[in-house]
């Protein structure tokens, strides 16, 4: 919706007399008023009113009087008669399409009035205090429609000053967070597979050598800290190796002295039957044997006590390498999520500072400081169009322009 502004505000009668020379375009708006002409035999009252006047009475036809808007085809719709052609053409010329289209259509002849209402209206993009769409008057110029978005945005109003300050001091800070945040997970990546990380801190060019140093001393005694406790369960792993050894190697020692017992024992039973040998020799035998297979038994407890621990110091290991590798996981996903949203925050900051900058420099009451460019419809097509404050808009026309800073400096300069 168009808005409106005092400032080139005129008379709409002005700009509806001016009508009838201007080339219709979509999105003009024009009144219409057709008056059907009904000839004396069809209206023999108003013949007998009119006496001595022309034989001839117009009414007015409600239902093609009104208000209507060229369409983007360039075409006119109209009630019963269909669209009429419009775009290039002057409103007087579509007045008198409008009655003969009728007049073939209906079979009456009529009288068309028409003016134009409304113009499409213009807009206008820029460093300006209200950039919008505005009602087109007649003669308006680019510096008119500066005037209704409210002039141009000054570089001297509180918000720009504060905002361009703000944004400036959290440059530097976010720039360092993200560096840090780099340098975190490329130490990360090559932790977690097991490369070295020269190459890749070599890379990030324009990260400080500080940072560098900061975040690899960080990981560095996290590293050792990990080292450390790895090394305690490898130990810890070894010792119930060498303990599972030896408890097999006792084991083995038993069931030797568990054999030799029974070869013994097989070899005093037959004297032991002949009463060539006492009884007692025979049950020291026995109870040799008993005790041999108690320290067998025994040994293969040990045995099995010191597998359970060897497990368990590989178990133990294996879950502090699982860990590790799930802890290295999180703290890289976190990293590059913090990563991503620091990249966010530093172009956010510097996109600000871009776009502040110029008018935080430049004299923004100076409108040499700028270049206008007008966009304008020709047809189907769009033209750009190098503009100056003075120059004419027609209606439709899109209005933009920026700072051009090579002129800020030849003006400071």
């Known amino acids: 919706m168009a808005q409106d502004g005092p400032a080139v505000a005129a008379p709409l009668a002005e700009m509806s007399s001016r009508g009838d020379a201007a080339l219709l375009m979509p999105g003009d708006r024009l009144r219409i008023d057709l008056f059907e002409r009904i000839e004396p035999e069809d209206d023999r009252w108003a013949a007998r009113r009119r006496a001595g006047r022309p034989d001839q009475s117009f009414y007015p036809r409600q239902d093609m009087t009104g208000e209507f808007v060229v369409q983007p085809d360039g075409t006119l719709p109209m009630p019963l008669i269909g669209n009429i052609r419009a775009e290039g053409r002057s409103g007087a010329a579509v007045a008198e399409s409008i009655a003969a289209t009728f007049e073939a259509v209906i079979g009456r002849t009529a009288r068309v009035t028409q003016s134009l209402v409304e113009r499409p209206p213009v807009s206008i993009v820029g460093p300006v205090r209200q950039p919008g769409i505005f009602r087109y008057v007649t003669g308006m110029t680019v510096q008119h429609v500066l005037a209704l978005a409210g002039g141009l945005r000054r570089a001297d109003d509180n918000w720009v000053r504060v905002e361009y300050a703000r944004e400036q001091a959290r440059i530097p800070a976010a720039r360092e967070r993200f560096q840090r945040l780099q340098v975190e997970v490329q130490l990360l990546r090559?932790?977690?597979?097991?490369?070295?990380?020269?190459?890749?801190?070599?890379?990030?060019?324009?990260?400080?050598?500080?940072?560098?140093?900061?975040?690899?001393?960080?990981?560095?005694?996290?590293?050792?800290?990990?080292?450390?406790?790895?090394?305690?369960?490898?130990?810890?792993?070894?010792?119930?190796?060498?303990?599972?050894?030896?408890?097999?190697?006792?084991?083995?020692?038993?069931?030797?002295?568990?054999?030799?017992?029974?070869?013994?024992?097989?070899?005093?039973?037959?004297?032991?039957?002949?009463?060539?040998?006492?009884?007692?020799?025979?049950?020291?035998?026995?109870?040799?044997?008993?005790?041999?297979?108690?320290?067998?038994?025994?040994?293969?407890?040990?045995?099995?006590?010191?597998?359970?621990?060897?497990?368990?110091?590989?178990?133990?290991?294996?879950?502090?390498?699982?860990?590790?590798?799930?802890?290295?996981?999180?703290?890289?996903?976190?990293?590059?999520?913090?990563?991503?949203?620091?990249?966010?925050?530093?172009?956010?900051?510097?996109?600000?500072?871009?776009?502040?900058?110029?008018?935080?420099?430049?004299?923004?009451g100076a409108l040499a400081s700028f270049d206008f460019e007008i966009v304008r419809r020709r047809g189907n097509e769009w033209e750009r169009i190098t503009a100056t404050p003075a120059a004419v808009v027609e209606p439709g026309d899109l209005i933009k322009f920026e700072i051009n800073r090579n002129k800020i400096v030849v003006a400071n300069q």
């Open 190 to 364: 090559a932790e977690r597979e097991g490369d070295g990380d020269e190459p890749n801190l070599r890379a990030l060019v324009g990260v400080a050598r500080n940072l560098i140093d900061e975040a690899r001393n960080g990981r560095q005694r996290i590293r050792e800290a990990y080292a450390e406790r790895r090394a305690t369960l490898d130990a810890a792993a070894v010792a119930a190796q060498e303990a599972l050894d030896i408890t097999q190697d006792r084991l083995a020692a038993a069931a030797v002295g568990v054999k030799h017992r029974e070869e013994r024992l097989k070899a005093l039973k037959p004297l032991a039957d002949a009463n060539n040998i006492g009884k007692p020799v025979y049950l020291e035998a026995s109870v040799q044997l008993s005790e041999a297979n108690e320290r067998r038994l025994a040994a293969s407890g040990l045995v099995a006590d010191a597998r359970l621990r060897l497990a368990g110091a590989q178990s133990e290991l294996s879950r502090f390498e699982l860990d590790r590798r799930v802890e290295l996981d999180r703290l890289l996903a976190q990293r590059l999520q913090e990563m991503g949203e620091a990249r966010t925050a530093l172009q956010s900051s510097e996109s600000v500072v871009t776009l502040l900058a110029p008018e935080v420099e430049a004299d923004t």
